[in-house]
């Protein structure tokens, strides 16, 4: 799934699944952010959990130049995902619970500024 250049990705008082729902071994998922302007996640506070890589290995999210992801809960449960935050402005927001590796291993967080 790629949001870009103004787009938007709304789930309003929703749960959020990237990687698996429910059974559905769902692996190897890319989803790119980029660009300012170009959220995802929720619309109010208090209304969104994040599962990425829920019940699938292998997920990717990109947040780049002045991309934003927003997420009250952002729950990691499989293994070998990555994140990777880059650029000027670019978000991962999350309001109260950030767990990047809930029963998984091998999980990345990359954070850094292109110059």
């Not at 000027?88 to 967080?109: A, C, E, K, Q």
């Amino acid at each position: 799934m790629v949001v870009e250049n103004g787009a938007k990705f709304y789930t309003k008082g929703a749960q959020t699944y990237v990687g698996g729902y429910f059974g559905s071994f769902g692996a190897f998922n890319n989803i790119q952010v980029t660009g300012n302007n170009s959220p995802v996640g929720y619309d109010k506070p208090n209304t969104n959990t994040l599962y990425f890589g829920y019940n699938g290995d292998g997920n990717m999210l990109t947040i780049s130049d002045g991309g934003r992801v927003n997420a009250d809960y952002f729950y990691n449960s499989t293994s070998s995902n990555s994140i990777t935050v880059a650029g000027s402005n670019s978000l991962l927001n999350i309001g109260y619970y950030f767990g990047p590796g809930n029963g998984g291993y091998d999980n990345r967080i990359i954070v850094y500024q292109w110059r």
